[in-house]
C-alpha cells in the first residue's frame, strides 16, 4: 500500500513525468509570450511550455500577466490567448469543445474547421464559419461576442462583419450592436523593438462619420490597469512610449460600444551578454588554443559579429548560430561584439566588447616528490616495485628516462606518477621532462634509487617469535648482534614487511632498543646499520604481539563481619537549585570498607554485594582500581558478596565464590537524629510592638541534653541579609524596637542547636512613635486623658517566587506579500495558553530569574492546523520605579505561501535578543518588551490584580520579517487570564 501511495503522488504531483503526448495530440502551440503553462489530465503540477509542444484532450492552458500564446489545432480552429487565461480542450472531435474559465481569446474558423464550440461560466456557446475572426470577451456582468472578419452564426443569431453580439449574464438577454470603429495600427500583436523610447502610431476606420472615438491603452486585458485614455476626433493618434511590456488597447463610441481589444509588445533592445571559455589563451611552437565565444540564441534567428584583430583590423561575420570559434594568428588582444541581425530590429545593441588576450605559451614547471636519493633493500631476489612522482600541469606529456649500466629504458605518460620495476642489485638514475601540446617544454628533474642487499645479522627477538605482554605500552627489548666499525643505529618498527609505514624509529649507539606497544598484532623490524655515509639494512624479522594469559579466579575468606563507619558527605551544586531551594542538609554516610585478595596483574577489581545467598537482589556493584572496598550507604545485616578481576586488557575473570558479609553498627559511632525545634512565641505572621517603646519576647522548646542555642533574625526568607545573631542560655529572648533602629516591617526568625533547627517564621513589627493628645478639661466633671494611637498599615509585601498560568484568547490577523499574490488570515484563537515562573536569585546585576512558555493552536483556511510557540528568558534588575533586563527567545512561527496554485503552510523559526521593561501605575502592571534576530517582534501588556491569586488584563503583539523576498507580518490583540501560585506562603 505504501509504494502505490507514493507512486500515485509521483503521478499526480511530478512536473517532469507529463510527457509531450504526441501519441495524442490534438494541437501545438504556435507562438508564446513569457510565461505560458501547462497542465495534463489527472496531474496537479503546472509545468513551462514553448513553441512546438503538443497538447492533448483534457489539457489545461494558463497565459500568466503580461504572457498570451497561440494554438493551432489539428482539427480545429486557430486559438490566441490573452493574458490571465485559462482554456481547457474538453473533446476533440469533428467539433470542437473548449472551456474558457478565465480570460479572453480570439477564435479563427475556416472551412477545414467551420464549428466552434465554447463555454463560459458553464454556458455552452456554439459559432459556425467558414472564414471568420471571433474575439471573446468575459466580463462581470455581460459575455462579448466581436466578428472581426467574415460572418458567423451564434446558434440561430446570424453575425455580421464588424457587429458586437452582448449578452447579460443576469437577465440572458442578447444584444447586436455594430462595432463603431474599425483598428488598423499597430497591427494586433505587434512586437516592436526599441531604445529609450518609439513613436507609435494608432489609427481606425469610423462606420459612422465625424463620431469622435475614446482611445484607451491599459497594462492589462481586463482594462483595470489603464495607462492612457483620450477622445479623439481625428482617426488617428501618434503616442510615444517609453516603457516595455504588452498593452492592450480598444476604441470606444458615445454609446459605450467598444470594439475589438488589440495588443502589442514593446520590447527594449538590450545588448547580448557574450561568454567566452577561456579569456587567456596560449600560442606555441606547435600549436595555438582555440577562441569559443557563445551567447544566449533567445528564439534570435541570425546574428552579427564584428571581431577586431591586435593590428585593428575589423571584420564582421554573419551567423545563424549562438556560438563561433576561431584559431588566434596573432599575439595580443582580440575584441569580439554581437548583436541582433534582423530586418524587424535594425536598432539592436552591440554587446560590450569582450576581450581575448592571446600569449606566447610560457615555460612549464615541475617538482619531484620522489626523494632524489632512495635506498631500497631487496630482501627476496624478486622484483620490487618503485613508483616515481612529480606535481605538474595536466595535458602535458611526461617522457621518463631509467638508467642502470647505460641501459637506457624510456617511458611516456599523462599522469604525474610512473611506477617502476627494479629487481638487481645497484644503482639506478632516473630524469622526467614534460612538453605540453603546443610544444612548450618543462624543467627536467632527476634522481637516484640505490637497490641493496640485506645485512646479516643476528635479531633477538627472531623471526616467528611470540611475545606476551601483561599490559598495553609494556616496554619490549630488541638486540642484535654488533657490528664492528659503526657509529650508529637505526632501530625500525612496522606493521608491515615493506616498511611503508614506520611506527617507530630510534638512533642509538648501542645494539639494543626499548619500545612499547599500545596494541596487539603482528610487527615487523629490522636495524639500519650506518657506516659514515654508508648505510645497510638488516632483514626484517616479524614478531607476534599479544596479551598474557588471562587471571584466575579469585580467592576470598568465606566469611566477614566488619562494623559501619559513619562519614560527612559533602554537598555538590545542582543546577535545579537556581529554581527549587534545598529543604535539608546532608547528613553523615554509613560505610563499610574490608580488603580485597591483592593480584600485582590486576588493572581493577569488581566487588557485587547481594541481599539474598542465590544472588537474585542486587544491592549495589563497585569497582575500584585497589584491592580495597568502600561501600557508601551500607546498612547493618548478613549480606554476600563475590570479586571478579579486570586485567590491563579489559579481561574480566569469574567471580569467586560467594563469601557472607555481617555488618555491624558501631555504638560508640552512633549519632541522634535531629530533631526539629519547635517555635512558641510569636505566632507565624503575628504583629508586635506597634510602638517604639515596646518589646517582644521570643521563646521555643527546650531540646534533652542541649544548653546553647542560636538565634537568628532576617529581613529576607532566605537570610541572606542577617538582621541579627546571637548565642543563648535559655530557651527565650527578648527584643526591643531599638534592635532594629525603630525600622517597621516583616522579619523573620529561627532557632538552631548543632545538628538540630527549626523551620522559619515571620512577624511583623510597627515601631511607631507614641503620641499623647492634652488633656481636655470640662467644668465640673473629672478630667478625661484622651490618647491617640496612630496605628501604620501593613504594606503587603511584593511577591517575587512565583507560578503563573494564563489563558489568552485573541485576534490574529496575518498577512504574506508576494510579487505574484496575497495570502491572508484574519480569525479568533481560543486555544492560546502561557506559563511564567519567577524566582529570586543572589547575583550582583540581576535580582530575579524570569522563563516563561506560550503557545497557541487552530486551523486556517479549513484544512490548515498551525501551532506557534515563543520560549522566553529574562534577567531582572529591580528599581525604585522601573524594572528591566535583558531577554533571550526562541520563536517558532507557521506561515503560509503558494504552491502549485494553492495555499500551503511553512514553519519558521528564530532565536531572538532583546530586552524589556517592568513598571507599576497605581493597581496596573505594564510591561513592554522588544526583540531582534532573523524577525523583530514587540509586546506590551496591563494586567490587573483581580483578587489574592487571579489577574486580567490585555496584550499586544507584533512580529515581522522577510523570507526569499515574502513579506510576512503577525498581529494579535487579545486578552489575558491568569493564576499564580505564590511560594512565599509555603514556609
Not at 517609453?242 to 488597447?249: L, Q, R, V
Not at 609505514?501 to 615487523?524: C, H, M, P, Q, W
Not at 563481619?561 to 558527605?569: A, Q, R, S, T, V
Not at 510557540?869 to 503560509?896: C, E, H, Q
Amino acid at each position: 500500500m505504501s509504494a502505490l501511495a507514493l507512486m500515485s503522488l509521483y503521478v499526480l504531483y511530478a512536473p517532469k513525468s507529463q510527457g509531450n503526448g504526441d501519441e495524442m495530440k490534438v494541437a501545438s502551440i504556435v507562438e508564446q509570450l513569457k510565461t505560458v503553462k501547462r497542465k495534463r489530465d489527472f496531474y496537479q503540477g503546472w509545468i513551462d511550455v514553448k513553441p512546438g509542444d503538443s497538447l492533448s484532450q483534457n489539457d489545461e492552458i494558463y497565459t500568466h500577466g503580461q504572457s498570451s500564446a497561440k494554438i493551432n489545432f489539428i482539427n480545429g480552429p486557430e486559438i490566441s490567448l490573452f493574458e490571465n487565461s485559462l482554456l481547457r480542450i474538453k473533446t476533440v472531435n469533428k467539433t470542437n469543445t473548449f472551456s474558457l474559465d478565465k480570460g479572453n481569446l480570439i477564435a479563427k474558423l475556416n472551412k477545414d474547421s467551420p464549428n466552434l464550440d465554447i463555454e463560459l461560466g458553464g454556458k455552452k456557446y456554439s459559432f459556425k464559419s467558414d472564414n471568420a475572426n471571433i474575439q471573446i470577451e468575459q466580463g462581470s456582468g455581460e459575455n462579448k461576442f466581436l466578428l472581426l472578419d467574415g460572418k458567423a452564426r451564434l446558434k440561430d443569431q446570424e453575425i455580421l462583419p464588424n457587429q458586437v453580439v452582448i449578452q447579460d449574464l443576469k437577465t440572458g438577454n442578447i444584444k447586436v450592436k455594430t462595432i463603431p470603429f474599425i483598428p488598423e495600427s499597430p497591427v494586433h500583436n505587434l512586437r516592436r523593438y526599441f531604445v529609450k523610447d518609439t513613436a507609435l502610431e494608432f489609427s481606425w476606420k469610423s462606420v459612422v462619420d465625424d463620431t469622435p472615438a475614446t482611445l484607451t491603452i491599459a497594462k492589462d486585458a481586463n482594462f483595470k490597469k489603464i495607462f492612457y485614455s483620450e477622445e479623439i476626433t481625428a482617426n488617428q493618434k501618434t503616442l510615444t512610449l517609453s516603457e516595455a511590456g504588452t498593452y492592450f488597447w480598444r476604441l470606444t463610441g458615445k454609446d459605450q460600444v467598444s470594439g475589438p481589444i488589440k495588443t502589442f509588445t514593446l520590447i527594449e533592445e538590450m545588448p547580448v551578454v557574450v561568454n567566452a571559455r577561456e579569456s587567456i589563451l596560449y600560442k606555441g611552437p606547435k600549436l595555438t588554443d582555440k577562441a569559443f565565444i557563445s551567447w544566449p540564441k533567445n528564439n534570435v534567428a541570425n546574428f552579427l559579429l564584428r571581431l577586431e584583430s591586435p593590428d585593428k583590423k575589423t571584420e564582421e561575420i554573419k551567423l545563424s548560430k549562438s556560438n563561433y570559434e576561431f584559431t588566434p594568428s596573432e599575439v595580443g588582444t582580440y575584441q569580439v561584439s554581437v548583436r541582433v541581425d534582423s530586418p524587424e530590429r535594425p536598432l539592436a545593441l552591440w554587446s560590450s566588447p569582450l576581450s581575448l588576450s592571446v600569449m606566447e605559451a610560457h615555460p612549464v614547471s615541475i617538482t619531484a616528490i620522489t626523494p632524489p636519493l632512495l635506498e631500497k633493500v631487496n630482501y627476496n631476489d624478486q622484483q620490487t616495485s618503485q613508483v616515481l612522482s612529480w606535481t605538474g600541469p595536466s595535458s602535458v606529456r611526461y617522457k621518463v628516462r631509467l638508467i642502470k649500466d647505460d641501459i637506457v629504458q624510456e617511458f611516456e605518460t599523462e599522469q604525474t606518477s610512473l611506477p617502476i620495476n627494479l629487481k638487481d642489485k645497484g644503482e639506478y638514475s632516473w630524469e622526467v621532462q614534460g612538453e605540453t601540446l603546443s610544444g612548450v617544454t618543462s624543467n627536467k628533474i632527476a634522481g637516484k634509487i640505490v637497490i641493496k642487499s640485506p645485512l646479516r645479522l643476528a635479531q633477538m627477538p627472531s623471526e616467528g617469535a611470540v611475545i606476551e605482554l601483561e599490559k598495553p605500552d609494556q616496554l619490549v627489548s630488541f638486540k642484535w648482534d654488533k657490528v664492528e666499525a659503526s657509529a650508529l643505529y637505526q632501530f625500525e618498527l612496522s606493521d608491515d614487511p615493506a616498511f611503508k609505514k614506520i611506527i617507530v624509529a630510534k638512533d642509538v649507539e648501542t645494539n639494543n632498543a626499548s619500545t612499547s606497544l599500545a596494541n596487539t598484532g603482528r610487527y615487523f623490524w629490522r636495524v639500519k646499520v650506518k657506516k659514515g655515509e654508508n648505510v645497510e639494512y638488516s632483514s626484517p624479522v616479524s614478531v607476534e604481539i599479544k596479551p598474557s594469559p588471562p587471571l584466575s579466579r579469585p580467592e576470598i575468606t568465606p566469611s566477614l563481619k566488619i562494623k559501619l563507619k559513619y562519614l560527612e558527605e559533602s554537598s555538590s551544586f545542582n543546577i535545579f537549585d537556581l529554581f527549587i531551594g534545598r529543604a535539608h542538609a546532608e547528613g553523615p554516610v554509613a560505610v563499610a570498607e574490608w580488603d580485597l585478595p591483592a593480584n600485582s596483574r590486576a588493572k581493577s577489581y569488581i566487588v557485587e554485594i547481594y541481599k539474598d545467598s542465590d544472588l537474585k537482589t542486587l544491592i549495589t556493584r563497585i569497582e575500584t582500581e585497589v584491592p580495597h572496598v568502600i561501600w557508601k550507604n551500607a546498612t547493618p545485616g548478613v549480606f554476600y558478596w563475590r570479586v571478579s578481576y579486570v586485567d590491563f586488557w579489559g579481561r574480566k575473570t569469574e567471580f569467586s565464590r560467594v563469601s557472607t558479609l555481617e555488618a555491624e553498627v558501631n555504638p560508640e559511632l552512633l549519632k541522634p537524629e535531629p530533631v526539629e525545634i519547635q517555635l512558641l512565641l510569636p505566632k507565624h505572621r503575628a504583629a508586635i510592638m506597634p510602638e517604639e517603646e515596646d518589646s517582644a519576647l521570643l521563646s521555643w522548646e527546650a531540646i534533652p541534653e542541649t544548653k546553647t542555642y542560636q538565634i537568628s533574625i532576617s529581613s529576607d526568607l532566605e537570610f541572606t541579609h542577617i538582621h541579627l545573631s546571637k548565642k543563648v542560655n535559655s530557651t527565650d529572648f527578648k527584643i526591643s524596637c531599638k534592635m532594629f533602629d525603630g525600622r517597621a516591617g516583616e522579619y523573620y526568625w529561627k532557632v538552631e542547636a548543632q545538628e538540630n533547627a527549626s523551620k522559619r517564621r515571620m512577624f511583623q513589627i510597627g515601631c511607631a512613635p507614641k503620641k499623647v493628645a492634652p488633656p481636655v478639661v470640662v467644668e465640673e466633671k473629672p478630667p478625661v486623658v484622651e490618647v491617640k494611637m496612630e496605628v501604620k498599615p501593613v504594606v503587603e509585601k511584593e511577591i517575587e517566587h512565583y507560578l503563573r498560568l494564563g489563558f489568552k484568547p485573541h485576534k490574529l490577523s496575518y498577512e504574506n506579500k508576494a510579487d505574484q499574490y496575497t495570502a491572508e488570515v484574519d480569525g479568533a484563537v481560543l486555544n492560546s495558553w502561557s506559563v511564567l515562573y519567577q524566582k529570586p536569585i543572589g547575583m550582583k546585576y540581576f535580582q530575579l530569574l524570569s522563563p516563561s512558555f506560550s503557545f497557541s493552536r487552530g486551523k486556517v483556511f479549513k484544512e490548515i492546523t498551525f501551532m506557534d510557540m515563543d520560549l522566553n528568558l529574562k534577567m531582572i534588575r529591580k528599581g525604585d520605579s522601573f524594572s528591566w533586563g535583558p531577554m533571550i527567545a526562541f520563536v517558532k512561527k507557521t506561515i503560509y505561501v503558494e504552491s502549485n496554485l494553492k495555499i500551503a503552510d511553512e514553519g519558521f523559526s528564530s532565536p531572538v535578543a532583546g530586552a524589556f521593561i517592568r513598571t507599576k501605575l497605581g493597581a496596573i502592571d505594564l510591561n513592554a518588551e522588544a526583540g531582534f534576530g532573523k524577525l523583530f517582534s514587540l509586546h506590551a501588556d496591563a494586567m490587573v490584580k483581580i483578587k489574592s491569586h487571579y489577574g486580567a488584563g490585555i496584550f499586544v503583539d507584533n512580529v515581522s520579517f522577510t523570507k526569499e523576498e515574502n513579506k510576512h507580518s503577525f498581529m494579535s490583540f487579545g486578552l489575558m487570564f491568569n493564576y499564580t501560585f505564590d511560594f512565599l506562603d509555603k514556609e
